[in-house]
């Protein structure tokens, strides 16, 4: 049988921190060691570091087994530290850029994702320039600090339209102008559009949009109301709404864009507390406090199935989150903590699609499994924001 194994791979201190799972016989008497970077639990191998790129240091496992006495036949989990060698390098915490104008400059058309119906005009040559980051208006204060008044600046710094023949690239969208939009590929979202308060706020509203075809989200429209109607200014379709033909080397994920928005409003507003909710239905779906940004967990699927026999080992390089369910909001931990962090000024707002929110929960939950049982929950009493909250991971490529 295979003994389950878990660990997380501490570059920036040289450590490898594992859990593994054996009988508590074994956990009592067996010596656990490492040979031609291979770990033993006594003459029974568990993990080949060297099948996944990770290299110990000649330096004797630091090993903590467990106080309690357990019939032989039980499992019990043993800590164990590990030493890498110096060579090991430290990944930057940046993530990866997806599909900046370099990329697309070349495309010829844009499909919806969902049912591949296209949406822009193919007779136009677009130009395809990349934009600031999202927060550059917030920043601009930094960037201009050399006049004698602060407002002197701000008939300058207009807001960046759609241009047609222009296919403006950010971090996670394209923006096109309706021009360049084949008639009736779109269709603003009714329900959202009918809630609308048009004699509130700005003139113009930022509005979800479907494909006209198979009814799915692929972005959000800038609309005015003018004699009873809207009228559509500016288009972003979602990067991970759409497809560009001819095809991409790599076709990224709506996690590898939320990678990107994480990191991004981590950073830039210095937070570590995101509240998930959606775009459609405002409803949250989860609370997600950002534990560490870049870590790399080595495993196998033991302590997702104990009756595993698949001794694979696989490396993934993660954030590790902390994140609280949310979709059964009628949960009275769930109700509490949904006040407590509406009321915290620190905590960032990300919108996305519901079908997307679900997809990134499901997703966050699927990898707590893969953790020790005393693992997959934080219940330290002074993190009083995070109490009985969910550890979990978001893959970052």
């Not at 204060?141 to 600046?153: F, G």
């Not at 979800?208 to 989200?217: E, K, L, S, V, Y």
């Not at 979602?238 to 864009?257: A, E, N």
């Amino acid at each position: 049988m295979v003994i389950p194994f878990y660990s997380e791979k501490l570059t920036n201190i040289g450590v490898l921190r594992a859990t593994l799972l054996v009988n508590a016989e074994a956990a009592a008497k067996a010596t656990i060691t490492v040979q031609d970077n291979v770990l033993l639990v006594g003459s029974d191998p568990v993990v080949n570091f060297s099948d996944v790129g990770v290299a110990l240091a000649s330096v004797p496992p630091v090993v903590t087994r467990p106080v309690e006495t357990r019939t032989a036949n039980q499992r019990v989990p043993i800590d164990v530290k590990l030493t890498l060698t110096k060579s090991s390098s430290y990944a930057s915490p940046d993530s990866e850029e997806w599909w900046p104008a370099k990329e697309v400059r070349h495309f010829q058309h844009m499909n919806c994702r969902n049912c591949a119906n296209r949406l822009l005009q193919t007779s136009s040559s677009f130009q395809c320039k990349d934009l600031p980051s999202e927060h550059w208006y917030e920043l601009v204060e930094c960037w201009i600090c050399h006049e004698t008044k602060p407002e002197e600046h701000r008939a300058r710094m207009q807001p960046i339209l759609a241009r047609p023949d222009a296919l403006l690239v950010g971090s996670t969208y394209f923006l096109v102008h309706p021009d360049n939009i084949i008639s009736d590929a779109v269709v603003v979202d009714k329900p959202l559009a009918s809630r609308v308060k048009w004699d509130r706020g700005t003139m113009s509203k930022w509005i979800m949009f479907n494909c006209n075809q198979c009814g799915h989200p692929i972005g959000e429209g800038q609309y005015e109301q003018r004699d009873e109607e809207i009228k559509l200014l500016a288009a972003k379709f979602f990067k991970y709404c759409v497809s560009i033909l001819p095809s991409l080397k790599y076709q990224p994920t709506f996690i590898d864009f939320f990678v990107c928005d994480l990191l991004e409003a981590a950073k830039v507003h210095a937070t570590h507390r995101f509240i998930i909710q959606g775009r459609n239905s405002s409803q949250i779906y989860a609370l997600l406090w950002l534990f560490n940004w870049d870590t790399t967990v080595v495993y196998n699927k033991g302590f997702l199935d104990s009756s595993n026999e698949n001794s694979t080992v696989y490396q993934e390089r993660v954030m590790k989150v902390l994140y609280l369910d949310c979709s059964h909001n009628d949960d009275i931990l769930v109700q509490r903590h949904l006040l407590s962090w509406g009321k915290d000024k620190t905590a960032d707002h990300l919108l996305y699609p519901d079908a997307y929110c679900r997809q990134l929960v499901t997703a966050i939950c699927e990898t707590t499994k893969l953790l020790p049982s005393s693992m997959r929950t934080m219940n330290h009493p002074a993190m009083t924001m995070t109490q009985n909250f969910s550890v979990g991971f978001v893959n970052r490529n």
